[in-house]
């Protein structure tokens, strides 16, 4: 292994030896747990190794496990315990409900109407259906595009989460530089799915105009859960709108988790959006089992047992009391429109901390409203920008939907260290700048190049001279030094960053030899040192001080001796301090150098 997988070993170790300690209960629990179920649980996400937190209870934002830790519960159930643990409307109208209603009554009875009209005027539907969870109203949902459209092909999206039974985040491998990704194993119907890149409008019309014909329906969330909470771009959207209206065929937006985001759920945030149908779950249920699809009055009449023909859809728990009961309680008492602006708005307020508080790092924060999703790579491609190549994209720490993708190409003039770059190096990679920005038909909005930073001012201050589109051009050329980040675990890393800020931060400030313990040395009053105390002897001899620039050669030092220097002193560039010229340097003054550095040579 590498220093670094060693280290990363050597620290998962210890926080695993840590967490057994930690959780001596919960381990007994899991352990008694594999006597029954098939790993311990009845729910895969929850798993973890060496074994899950076992939790105990839960009160208020405030979770305590088996060994008597205290939690603050971020998670909030994925969503469907966006209310707390006890939440006192909740609470009363569970205990009503049980007590006066009773529990299944195996009957139709008001309180579904009741529930189901509030939801359709809450989320635009003309009719609506309940299930007992997000999955079954997405399967529900599909059903019903192939049976009103009597195609079976869906379209789906890399990332896509629409249930335990419909997921498309399987690696499949590459096809050339980009991963793809398909179905689960246990989705059903694997082989009805096409699976495109997520954001990516111009596959959808593509996928359209080839098999547009026998597309019953497209699946999509508006902003992708499980996938990392990446927001739908509003023309990728759109497009799917465009598409399968134009094909006739159904498009169902998947607002389980998002429905949360505005009154009217996210698709009220997206001008001109209106999918076909919506699938609802989690939190509209107060914290109980819960699922809903609805839209289309002329798609949801395929479920109308009135109709000869139609499709059946039971389930004994399907208009369960006290789901109606409690669910009605909290999206009318609860979580009330004015409720999902605010709640909403300090979501959005706490992921612009949390990014703030994350700058410079290799950690970026996703999501829309109270959403908020923790990425940490050194290469994330999965953003906003989705149209472009997984893993050569960049996106703004937010990942907007309005953001534009930036799709970022590699290009490498030639293996040359911080003193093996030349001016015609330089030339060279500006002319290569300046034709991929400035050409007519150009679609790239701005250059980085990177280098040892030991003579970046001097190639920033060239290409800002010679990458030039002219006036209005207003395309930047940006300059990255010390080539490994500080964060890389090894000294490499550090010491770059320590050079980058030593030797280039320091000397570009006035005061960067400013004051000493004894006071300032001095300043330069155009060419002529004047220094506020008289040295301690009289000058016995003339030193030259040269910066020994980029292309520094022989020439300038006797240029210096001819002006009467007995002495230089050469302010040098990379490694050690000795500049690309060091032979003829030496030839010139006809001895030996002595060169000082920070670190060992």
């Not at 009160?59 to 209310?83: I, N, S, W």
């Not at 909403?344 to 996703?366: K, M, N, P």
């Not at 006809?590 to 060992?600: Q, S």
Request: aromatic share 8%; with cysteine.
């Amino acid at each position: 292994m590498t220093s670094r997988e060693e280290y990363l070993q050597a620290a998962l170790s210890a926080a695993v030896q840590r967490y057994e300690e930690r959780n001596k209960r919960s381990r007994e629990l899991h352990l008694a747990a594999l006597e029954s179920m098939p790993g311990g649980n009845t729910r895969t996400l929850l798993h973890n190794p060496p074994f899950p937190t076992f939790m105990k209870r839960g009160e208020g934002y405030k979770l305590f496990d088996e060994d008597g830790h205290e939690y603050v519960d971020l998670v909030a159930e994925m969503t469907a315990g966006l209310f707390g643990h006890g939440h006192p409307t909740l609470l009363r109208a569970l205990t009503e409900t049980a007590g006066t209603v009773g529990l299944s009554l195996g009957a139709t009875h008001a309180a579904e109407s009741r529930f189901a009209a509030l939801l359709c005027q809450r989320f635009g539907l003309e009719r609506l259906r309940f299930t007992n969870s997000g999955t079954e109203a997405n399967l529900h949902a599909l059903a019903a595009a192939r049976k009103h459209t009597g195609r079976r092909t869906v379209v789906v999206f890399s990332g896509g989460y629409h249930g335990s039974l419909l997921s498309f985040g399987t690696p499949l491998g590459k096809n050339g530089g980009e991963v793809r990704f398909g179905p689960g194993e246990n989705t059903v119907d694997r082989d009805s799915f096409v699976v495109l890149r997520y954001n990516d409008a111009e596959a959808v019309r593509r996928v359209f105009r080839e098999r547009g014909a026998e597309i019953a329906a497209v699946l999509v969330e508006g902003m992708q859960g499980s996938g990392g909470f990446i927001p739908g771009r509003h023309e990728f959207l759109l497009a799917i709108q465009d598409e399968c209206e134009k094909a006739k065929s159904v498009f169902i937006l998947d607002e389980v988790m998002t429905s949360r985001l505005a009154p009217g759920g996210l698709q009220s945030t997206v001008p001109g959006l209106r999918p076909t149908l919506t699938t609802l779950g989690k939190y509209i249920g107060g914290g109980l089992p819960f699922g809903a699809f609805g839209g289309s009055e002329p798609v949801m009449a395929v479920y109308d047992p009135r109709l000869p023909g139609t499709l059946a859809h039971s389930g004994t728990f399907q208009n369960n009391t006290l789901m109606l009961h409690v669910g009605h309680a909290a999206m009318s008492q609860v979580y009330t429109p004015e409720a999902a602006v605010a709640h909403s708005a300090r979501g959005e307020a706490f992921r612009a901390r949390l990014r703030d508080v994350a700058s410079g790092t290799r950690i970026a924060f996703t999501g829309l409203g109270s959403f908020a999703c923790l990425h940490v790579s050194e290469a994330w491609g999965r953003c906003a920008g989705g149209g472009a190549e997984w893993g050569s994209v960049t996106c703004k720490e937010d990942g907007g939907p309005e953001d534009e993708e930036l799709a970022v190409s590699n290009w490498t003039t030639e293996d040359a260290g911080s003193m093996g770059i030349s001016d015609a190096l330089v030339m060279n990679m500006a002319r290569f700048a300046h034709d991929a920005l400035c050409s007519a038909n150009s679609d790239i909005d701005g250059t980085v190049f990177t280098q040892g930073a030991s003579s970046l001012e001097e190639t920033t201050f060239l290409m800002d001279l010679l990458v030039n589109c002219g006036p209005g051009g207003g395309k930047p050329t940006v300059g990255e030094g010390a080539v490994r980040p500080f964060t890389a675990l090894s000294f490499d890393g550090d010491a770059n960053l320590f050079q980058s800020v030593a030797t280039k931060t320091v000397p570009n400030f006035v005061d960067g030899f400013g004051v000493t313990a004894g006071g300032d040395l001095g300043a330069f009053l155009t060419d002529a040192p004047i220094s506020p105390t008289p040295p301690a002897r009289p000058a016995e001899i003339r030193v030259a001080i040269l910066y020994a620039a980029r292309e520094f050669d022989r020439y300038s030092v006797l240029d210096a001796m001819n002006r009467g220097a007995q002495r230089v002193v050469i302010a040098g560039t990379g490694t050690g301090g000795l500049p690309n010229g060091v032979e003829q340097i030496k030839e010139a003054f006809g001895k030996e150098l002595a060169a000082t550095t920070c670190k060992p040579l």
